[in-house]
């Protein structure tokens, strides 16, 4: 099922509502034409789940949620090398550098060492991306806000359509996904990726988005599991 949340806007007074139920009314869905947040959470057996979300060309896209919740499996299954023209599309994950890292030179020291050079590297890539124009898929861990509003500022300046992609997943799922790939974060760090997804989900349960940001889309991992592609243009 589909559930929308809809904004205040200058032609009504309608003003945050509750994400209602609806059938979700076909397999592709664009995020952001029609409402603010497009809530894909709750499909049931027999109902016709999303297959596909599509993204304007040169859109940005943030991936959220708890560690281990799925993001980076969920961007390596869905997110395309290129969009609909042909124009390539970026997917920037710390996980991603972090493994290039670990099967390299510097795979026999601790990754406590290493953690910041692998930063430095994710980050100028990140920037890399971003300044290119084309289409980035970022991997967002939720407590760095900073991240989101330098993206946000971003989409800002070039004219480009900013969106985010929330995975709410169980705490417990998500530390069984972080034992299943044998890493995990202290209690201390869990404890406050959970406050920052708390914050994110509340916000957009009222259709108040990240500053910056054009619309949501919320998943459980029903919904995600379901999602085969994401296509931009």
Do not use: N
Not at 129 to 136: E, H, M
């Amino acid at each position: 099922m589909q559930r929308q949340a809809v904004c205040a806007t200058s032609a009504g007074t309608v003003r945050g509502a509750v994400p209602r139920r609806a059938r979700a009314p076909k397999a592709v869905v664009r995020p952001g034409r029609g409402a603010r947040v497009t809530d894909l959470r709750g499909t049931e057996e027999g109902d016709r789940e999303v297959r596909e979300l599509r993204f304007p060309a040169r859109g940005l896209v943030v991936v959220s949620g708890l560690p281990g919740s799925g993001k980076s499996t969920l961007m390596r299954r869905v997110v395309p090398a290129l969009d609909r023209a042909g124009a390539p599309v970026h997917r920037i994950d710390s996980q991603d550098v972090r493994e290039r890292w670990e099967a390299g030179r510097l795979r026999a020291l601790p990754y406590a060492v290493v953690r910041p050079l692998v930063r430095c590297a994710h980050y100028y890539g990140l920037r890399r991306a971003l300044r290119s124009g084309d289409s980035v898929v970022v991997h967002d861990c939720g407590t760095l806000a900073w991240v989101r509003r330098w993206i946000a500022r971003t989409a800002r300046r070039d004219g480009r359509e900013l969106h985010l992609l929330l995975l709410d997943v169980p705490a417990e799922v998500a530390l069984s996904g972080q034992r299943a790939r044998g890493r995990g974060v202290s209690g201390y760090a869990f404890a406050r990726h959970r406050r920052a997804v708390r914050r994110l989900l509340a916000a957009a349960r009222s259709a108040r988005l990240p500053k910056g940001f054009t619309a949501t889309v919320l998943l459980d991992r029903r919904a995600a599991d379901a999602l085969e592609r994401t296509t931009f243009g």
